[in-house]
Nanobody, 126 residues
Framework: QVQLVESGGGLVQAGGSLRLSCAAS????????MGWFRQAPGKEREFVGA????????VYSDSVQGRFTISRVNTKNTLYLQMNSLKPEDTAVYYC???????????????????WGQGTQVTVSS
């Protein structure tokens, strides 16, 4: 049974930082591209970023490019999202997700992903 468990969410002031973690189990982590998505109230789920199996390649949405960093530690089956310079518009539930594959696609949409975590709330106050 595949499980993705996010942690590290919370309330932070604008300009602050948070680090999200996603612990994976029940799958061979090194066989999966990993991604982060977010969903704000009343909005569709939005791509944040993704990382290749090796960890050498990453891609980000324009809205978080330069502020957020994705990383993974394959020996620990763990995915991370370092979020800096947070803005109120970053407020959302953040989800990690896994999809079979090695390399990043030209479009890392949510429809590509096989497994999802339950999400962790991030709230940025102004």
């Amino acid at each position: 049974q595949v499980q993705l468990v996010e942690s590290g969410g919370g309330l932070v002031q604008a300009g602050g930082s948070l680090r999200l973690s996603c612990a994976a189990s029940g799958l061979t982590f090194v066989n999966y591209v990993m991604g982060w998505f977010r969903q704000a109230p009343g909005k569709e789920r939005e791509f944040v970023g993704a990382i290749s199996v090796s960890g050498y390649n990453t891609v980000y949405s324009d809205s978080v490019q330069g502020r957020f960093t994705i990383s993974r530690v394959n020996t620990k089956n763990t995915l991370y999202l370092q979020m800096n310079s947070l803005k109120p518009e970053d407020t959302a539930v953040y989800y990690c997700a896994a999809r079979s594959g090695t390399y990043l696609a030209s479009r890392e949409g949510p429809d590509l992903y096989n497994y999802w975590g339950q999400g962790t709330q991030v709230t940025v106050s102004s």
